[in-house]
T-cell receptor
Framework: GENVEQHPSTLSVQEGDSAVIKCTYSDSASNYFPWYKQELGKRPQLIIDIRSNVGEKKDQRIAVTLNKTAKHFSLHITETQPEDSAVYFC?????????FGAGTILRVKS | DSGVTQTPKHLITATGQRVTLRCSPR?????VYWYQQSLDQGLQFLIQ???????AKGNILERFSAQQFPDLHSELNLSSLELGDSALYFC?????????????FGEGSWLTVV
């Protein structure tokens, strides 16, 4: 079935350190893998996405890598800041359906 | 502000009742999605409409139904409410319907069933 597994469920890092969140997906997912950030009580917001024709994409301190053979993709945040504290969701698409992982609570300690 | 408007923002109702959540997509977006977010279930995809027609269905209960109107706004109807239906319901919209279209979320409607 359509499933996305996300790890870890919680992650605490010291300000300035890097954070890595990993996701795996089940078979036949489509070519689109976005990441969303959700602050407490607010809506999820897209922070970066990747399509299957590229293996890595960077946007300032955020990068995403995709390994379609292994069916996993990862979010990398460098030089973390307190404002990076939030819940991060990965997602994969099956047809018109975007399925989200369970989320990772990232805490950046200053 | 994503441009996706949801009403009401908060709603408290009793078990067994029926409620309607309303969503207006971003200007120009033809697709509308509904998601349910509860503490133990994360973001669960419910249903998607594109230009008035149902396009994809997730784990939407039979007690729930949705529709998209000619003006592209959408409504999610929740009936015979149970305590477990308490959640944050998000509407999202995108320009197209296929994978790869960025979806933008509204602020959500908090539903509390007592």
């Amino acid at each position: 079935g359509e499933n996305v597994e996300q790890h870890p469920s919680t992650l605490s890092v010291q300000e300035g350190d890097s954070a890595v969140i990993k996701c795996t997906y089940s078979d036949s997912a489509s070519n689109y893998f976005p990441w969303y950030k959700q602050e407490l009580g607010k809506r999820p917001q897209l922070i970066i996405d990747i399509r299957s024709n590229v293996g890595e994409k960077k946007d300032q301190r955020i990068a995403v890598t995709l390994n379609k053979t292994a069916k996993h993709f990862s979010l990398h945040i460098t030089e973390t800041q307190p404002e990076d504290s939030a819940v991060y969701f990965c997602a994969a698409s099956w047809g018109n359906k975007l399925v989200f992982g369970a989320g990772t609570i990232l805490r950046v300690k200053s | 502000d994503s441009g996706v408007t949801q009403t009401p923002k908060h709603l408290i109702t009793a078990t067994g009742q029926r409620v309607t959540l309303r969503c207006s997509p971003r200007s120009g977006d033809l697709s509308v999605y509904w998601y349910q977010q509860s503490l133990d279930q994360g973001l669960q995809f419910l249903i998607q409409y594109y230009n008035g027609e149902e396009r994809a269905k997730g784990n939407i209960l039979e007690r729930f139904s949705a529709q998209q109107f000619p003006d592209l706004h959408s409504e999610l109807n929740l009936s015979s409410l149970e305590l477990g239906d308490s959640a944050l319901y998000f509407c999202a919209s995108s320009e197209g319907q296929g994978p790869g279209n960025t979806i933008y979320f509204g602020e959500g409607s908090w539903l509390t069933v007592v």
